[in-house]
């Protein structure tokens, strides 16, 4: 079945630990996408990728890094210099960027104690 | 800049009445429009889209969105709402080329259906 995985489903770091979200898909899809979930404030866009080895910043990439070494990976790392990371993440994929449909993985909550 | 508004942040509907959801875009160009919707704890899941021709669009489980340039909407609609809407619902706007390429959600509308 193609879809977008996201792994795991609930994550627990302690404060000032940086932490890895996983996101795979494998629906040779060129476009990826990282969002931050918070109650009231709908989906922020943290980073996007319109295609491997490239990847750009998007309203609140502050204390986040990715990467995109592979067409169907799309990892984001959550570091100790974001101030609030406790939230829900969902990666999202796309055949182009912007102006085709996004799928989107189930998510990952991610509790920072 | 890209973005999207929903004004309204919960609405509660019977089971049965109709419903229409609100989006106001703000875009450059043409735009590519999305509905989705989201369960609790879940993922997205697309409704319907608008890329360009009919600006009446039908999705599915029974929704429909009208494209309307001249006030920059494209509300959500279903004429009979099940219990099994209640969801909350985001609209998207996303767009081809340079900057503006990227694909913006709007802050949700929380959907309560009373029995």
């Known amino acids: 079945d193609g879809g977008i995985t996201q792994s795991p489903k609930y994550l627990f770091r302690k404060e000032g630990q940086n932490v890895t979200l996983s996101c795979e898909q494998n629906?040779?899809?060129?476009?990826m996408y990282w969002y931050r979930q918070d109650p009231g404030q709908g989906l922020r866009l943290i980073y996007y990728?319109?295609?491997?080895?490239?990847?750009q910043k998007g309203d609140i990439a502050e204390g986040y890094s990715v990467s995109r070494e592979k067409k169907e990976s799309f990892p984001l790392t959550v570091t100790s210099a974001q101030k609030n990371p406790t939230a829900f993440y969902l990666c999202?994929?796309?055949?182009?960027?912007?102006?085709?449909?996004?799928?989107f993985g189930q998510g990952t909550r991610l509790t920072v104690v | 800049a890209q973005s999207v508004t929903q004004p309204d942040i919960h609405i509660t509907v019977s089971e049965g009445a109709s419903l229409e959801l609100r989006c106001n875009y703000s875009?450059?160009?043409?735009?590519?429009l999305f509905w989705y919707v989201q369960s609790p704890g879940q993922g997205l899941q697309l409704l319907l889209k608008y890329f360009s021709g009919d600006t009446l669009v039908q999705g599915i489980k029974g929704f429909e969105a009208e494209f309307k340039r001249s006030q920059s909407s494209f509300n959500l609609r279903k004429p009979s709402v099940h219990w099994s809407d209640a969801a909350e619902y985001f609209c998207a706007v996303g767009g081809y080329g340079g900057a503006t390429n990227k694909l913006i959600f709007g802050t949700g509308t929380l959907l309560a259906v009373q029995p």
């Open positions: 629906l040779n899809h060129d476009a």
């Open positions: 999202a994929s796309s055949l182009r960027t912007g102006n085709t449909e996004a799928f």
């Open positions: 875009y450059g160009a043409t735009p590519y």
């Open positions: 990728s319109q295609i491997v080895n490239d990847f």
